[in-house]
């Protein structure tokens, strides 16, 4: 009933900058925390940032201060600009909400715990 379809990844070099969106459709009534995890090769899924519906935002130390989550509730979509890419961002980045499902009658039906595909990003010279 709800889709999340992530863009914007791809190769850059060391020092670069990308910009992430996850546009979440569906049967909608409303969205609530929206975050970007990853996912590097033999490691764990991590939580890179978080931002509420309220735009409180929330980021892993390892991204303070070069990523920039940031929500556009009118088109139920999410971003992440990454700046200051290193070769140890290099994942599968993932986008999640949690998203009240509308029902048939327009109303609110439950919340359920939706992720994206995953897009690639590579930061290599």
């Known amino acids: 009933q709800v889709q999340l379809v992530e863009s914007g990844g791809g190769l850059v070099q060391p020092g670069g900058s990308l910009r992430l969106s996850c546009a979440a459709s569906?049967?909608?009534?409303?969205?609530?925390?929206m975050s970007w995890y990853r996912q590097a090769p033999g490691k764990e899924r991590e939580l890179v940032a978080a931002?509420?519906?309220?735009?409180?935002?929330d980021y892993a130390d390892s991204v303070k201060g070069r990523f920039i989550i940031s929500r556009d509730n009118a088109k139920n979509t999410v971003y992440l600009q990454m700046n200051g890419l290193k070769p140890e961002d290099t994942a599968v980045y993932y986008c999640?909400?949690?998203?009240?499902?509308?029902?048939?009658?327009?109303?609110?039906?439950?919340?359920?715990?939706?992720w994206g595909q995953g897009t690639q990003v590579t930061v290599s010279s």
């Open positions: 569906g049967s909608i009534f409303r969205i609530n925390a």
């Open positions: 999640n909400a949690d998203v009240g499902v509308r029902s048939y009658s327009g109303n609110y039906a439950y919340t359920g715990h939706y």
């Open positions: 931002i509420t519906s309220g735009g409180s935002t």
